[in-house]
């Protein structure tokens, strides 16, 4: 990836100064930074970095003294992040998928696969699948019968999307992800204990030895356009209607998604989080690490949902949540700060008991 | 799938009233239900949906007036998820795994696949494997070398069975699950400061640098019939012992099960729950979402484990419980309430002390 | 694998008696001995075992009176898991990986493998790559372009490495892990709602409709030597600089380590544990099961993060620590005693309250 200060500046869309036509083939943190790479300091507390790396190019913040820095040149970035974005994407060296479909490929005959297609080897499209222009699917990945994919799909290594699932466009399959398997769903023919249990939250219950029912899953996972799935994770199918990825959703490394949850768009769901079974999932819903939804709850849009926390009722739109169970963030933190002092406390009453004890006696 | 409503309510063993030879090719929730399919309204509560369908036939509940609500021909489920677990079966249209042996699938000239399997592109099975009858193996699935497993095996894309491993009838692995891979069992020259910490519950202890000796895992995974086993899900297998599934127990996605646990029979594992090395669990018991077990634990039949619960200590037989560390579920729910109310009496008890001292000064 | 008790003792470092030119060909535990079988019962608890098992050999504790036990050979081991781990290296019998390259595997032209490779069906190697001697790579693993892989490789069915990693000597990947999955960094043109919910720690916010924008990860996976990855885990890879797992770490099944991780050595993450981007990991640092590290967190040498933990603050050095949020083992323990006995305190409150009351109104 070979540019210039001014080409990454105008892709960026943001200000640059000195040697506009200086050529970086790289970027680097400021200490590691060769001459010919771009050393991405965005905030005052990397510059430190720039005297011991040897950069002649650098993204600062905005009134940086960049010359100061014994820099030739320098890009001017208000939010780094966003710069961020912008610069991995101009110097992303990209992924190789081969020229064309590889021989060692299996494409049904009945598949249809649009023009512009790279396709790795051992890869697999099954029967009366369509695949959109522009597909890219690595080596061992492989796409079951009647699927449906749009444009520009990138299915990495080892990825899995199973029958008559329908995703739409540029969606990114990460290496053994899984869009499709079955529901978990199962019944026994009289209620069983963990019914009892969940409808009189206790531990009193008839004991019954029954066998698991199969319930099977005629429905299928229907994904909206730019959605990314994480390396091993996994988007379970319906039950009757389909599991259902709004638009613009990005889902982190060992997620789990279970049957018929319906999730909206623009959520962001983070390393090893899950959704149980017929959870519906609002818009711009943030799930941290960890975090967990119960089945068949309802959390509304924008909200968020902290580092490990247990969603086991509804939550209504807007709001922030924490704990197990979770409660209100600020309601949470106070909980939490009370359970540190809760063995002082303990000690306190002990005394207070006392005390009053004392009083009786005298 | 193309059924008469008699056909479906025989197969059910449910009573059916109007026009039976009524035809249906799929099932669809009420309110999404065109002509052709069969709507599930089980509960009055899916009742309204109907009138928005366009369904001619639907499964409802005893004593539904299906007349009324414009239907010519009903079936009547006195446990909807039971009559569910059914009418999957009857109207699942069922996975594509191709006819016999696919060409460029990969079978060991010492390998025995009995008749009737089903074999797909890029699967594999190893030498001196013994596959029983009717096996369904999807691509890029892979059979390692002496395994054996009973009839009706299915097996989806990418899933792995591991050296050694027996498995009995009816398995299903779903994509990307993995039976056998080897056990985590490290151990140090000298005793770990881990080991130091679990003897004495406390922080205090020597640090000794040293490297982790592998222990190999000799056994394998021994699992009964009519198993399941979720996607990007892992059994791991045994040191010296095998790790043993009992026939009927299904585990769902993201599960992770240790080496040298001897689960029972007919026992429930939601996702993203664990199992650690050595654990012991009974027959019919219920692992919820994200619960975990840690090794060496022994839990009794009939146990039911809350969402997100930790097992730290063993569990007698019929017990449900929750939270983290685990406790009966009624002490667990009692400490939840008292713990919302946490910092209230902690300002309770701030007011009490402060009566306290005022009655000394006074 | 045929081996005589002198053989055995002589590899383990360990003392024997008897008859030391017996021979065994397998271990097993003492009530599942057959006469061919080296039992195992190195702590005297397992000792009655032996009387119901046929073994004639045994690995016993020092100065066991194995006559007694009827048995004609012994071997003596003062650290049980430690002669574990020797009698499993020398009993093992291994994994097939077929002899030399299979002609149903892939191999890119550019590629360079080196010497005693054994490569199963289906398995790719791309463009580029480099893999050290004595490789064995396992049915449909896949190993993409411009990796560099060091001596005596061992990648099970199904495990990936992405583009430009770079693995020491001796690596494990189980079956179907990931090495170099894109980290998960996406970012809002203006501060998100999360952003403003970290900050603040309140739920109170604007509410932005926005989309996400990705950060591609031009950064790969560092890994050192002796590394081992668990089934179904997955090793994220940087933004800018790689993620880096030092020599001696072990990574157990369905773990997750985020872009950005530097991870010391001779650590230990066990299943479930997840670590998420650009944490800090210290050497020897032991993550028990199901555990968590925040994002941006510094866990210092020797620490021990107890099972479930959550660690959302910096750890010093050689602190054991539990809960969640983690806290010093001491203090978890502390605290959860007071809460197992919060209810309690909760209605001695109330009395207290009751008795000040009686008194002012008295």
């Known amino acids: 990836m070979v540019h210039s200060i001014a080409d990454i500046a105008r892709a960026l869309g943001l200000q640059a100064e000195g040697a506009l036509d200086l050529i970086v083939t790289r970027v680097a943190e400021p200490a590691a930074a060769t001459p010919e790479a771009l050393a991405l300091a965005m905030d005052p507390k990397y510059a430190e970095g720039l005297s011991n790396g040897q950069a002649r190019a650098a993204i600062l913040w905005p009134g940086a003294d960049w010359r100061a820095f014994g820099l030739e040149a320098a890009i001017f970035a208000p939010r780094p992040r966003w710069a961020m974005a912008g610069v991995s994407q101009v110097m992303d060296p990209g992924y190789e998928f081969g020229v064309g479909v590889h021989p060692m490929a299996y494409i049904d005959p009945t598949a249809q696969v649009a023009e512009g297609a790279r396709i790795g080897p051992f890869a697999t499209v099954g029967a009366h699948s369509q695949i959109g222009p522009g597909a890219r699917i690595g080596a061992n990945a492989s796409i079951a019968e009647d699927v449906v994919i749009g ?110 949850v319906q999730m909206g768009e623009d959520c962001m769901m983070c390393g090893m989080a ?87 006696d005298s």
Chains 1, 2, 3 share one sequence.
């Open 151 to 260: 444009a520009d799909l990138t299915l990495h290594a080892g990825a899995r999307i199973a029958a008559r699932c329908v995703i739409g466009e540029r969606f990114i399959g990460q290496p053994n992800s899984v869009v499709g398997g079955c529901g978990f769903s199962f019944v026994t023919p009289e209620p069983s204990a963990a019914e009892d249990v969940r409808a009189t939250l206790s531990g009193t219950r008839e004991i019954r030895q029954q066998k698991w029912q199969r319930i099977n899953s005629l429905g299928a996972v229907r994904i909206g356009d730019d959605v990314e799935l994480g390396a091993n994770s996994s988007i379970d199918r319906g039950t009757v209607r389909d599991t259902v990825i709004g638009s613009g959703s990005k889902i982190d490394s060992l997620c789990q998604i279970g049957h018929n």
């Open 274 to 360: 899950g959704i149980a079974g017929s959870a519906r999932i609002g818009n711009r819903v943030l799930l941290a690490g960890k975090s967990a939804v119960n089945d068949n709850i309802f959390v509304g849009d924008d909200v968020i949902v902290g580092g490990a926390a247990r969603v086991f009722t509804n939550v209504p739109s807007g709001r922030a949540i924490l704990g197990d169970p979770a409660t209100k963030i600020e309601t949470q933190l106070e909980i939490r700060k009370a359970l540190r002092r809760l063995p002082r406390l303990a000690a306190t009453v002990a005394e207070l008991q006392k005390a009053i004890r004392g009083q009786k």
